[in-house]
């Protein structure tokens, strides 16, 4: 199993671009999550999708939106790139089966937006 | 509504001496709790979990946390600190609904480990 996935790795934008974050998981959960990470902010949410169909906002959802592709895809789009989302942005996934509400975290997405 | 505060920015130690790093939570039901441990440039990767079973969770790599209700407290310690733990620790309170969870990150603590 290949966990979380995320495309891609590293991204560079000019304010104004925009762009698509994807990630994918193979452990069948129903849950998934897109986190932003700042120095000295801990990691904070900005969408979760609880279950296929389902998406709501987090803390941050400004600048941002999502779609719950399929059961093992949820996307994070940036209409208008903003240099305040110059951010490290990770996903996560969580089962129903995982009574004690463990996530999962992919690698991360280091995206720059000048 | 849930918080997290850990309570250092900085723990720098000495290879070899014990490992403190605090946790205070606030939460209106039972929480559940846990560390995560992220080393630079990577993700991040669960070091232990307390469910209010065992007041007294052990994780990987020597670790383990203390839940104590009457504290509102969850603090991590290891007796004896290696290098390969020099890494941002990450307190993490879960949400209470069912079949999904929020997660609420307190802003971490950077452990930095000395020879």
């Known amino acids: 199993n290949a966990g979380v996935t995320q495309t891609p790795k590293f991204q560079v934008l000019k304010t104004g671009q925009s762009m698509t974050l994807q990630c994918a998981q193979d452990m069948n959960h129903n849950s998934m999550y897109w986190y932003r990470q700042d120095p000295g902010m801990g990691l904070r949410l900005i969408y979760y999708?609880?279950?296929?169909?389902?998406?709501d906002k987090g803390e941050v959802p400004n600048g941002y939106n999502v779609s719950r592709l399929n059961k093992r895809e949820f996307s994070l789009r940036l209409e208008s790139a903003a240099p305040s989302q110059t951010s490290v942005y990770f996903c996560?996934?969580?089962?129903?089966?995982?009574?004690?509400?463990?996530?999962?975290f992919g690698p991360g997405t280091r995206l720059t937006v000048t | 509504a849930q918080s997290v505060t850990q309570l250092d920015s900085h723990v720098s130690v000495s290879e070899g001496t014990p490992v403190l790093l605090r946790c205070n939570y606030s939460s209106s039901y039972s929480p559940s709790l846990f560390w995560y441990v992220q080393h630079p440039n990577k993700g991040l990767q669960l070091l232990l979990k307390?469910?209010?079973?065992?007041?007294l969770v052990k994780g990987i790599n020597g670790f383990e946390a203390e839940f104590k209700k009457s504290e509102t407290s969850f603090h991590l310690t290891k007796p004896s600190a290696h290098m390969s733990d020099a890494a941002e620790y990450f307190c993490?309170?879960?949400?209470?609904?069912?079949?999904?969870?929020?997660?609420?990150f307190g802003k971490g603590t950077m452990l930095l480990v000395s020879p």
């Open positions: 996560a996934s969580s089962g129903q089966s995982s009574h004690y509400y463990e996530q999962y």
């Open positions: 307390y469910t209010s079973a065992a007041t």
């Open positions: 999708s609880a279950s296929e169909g389902t998406t």
């Open positions: 993490v309170v879960s949400g209470p609904d069912p079949g999904y969870s929020t997660l609420t």
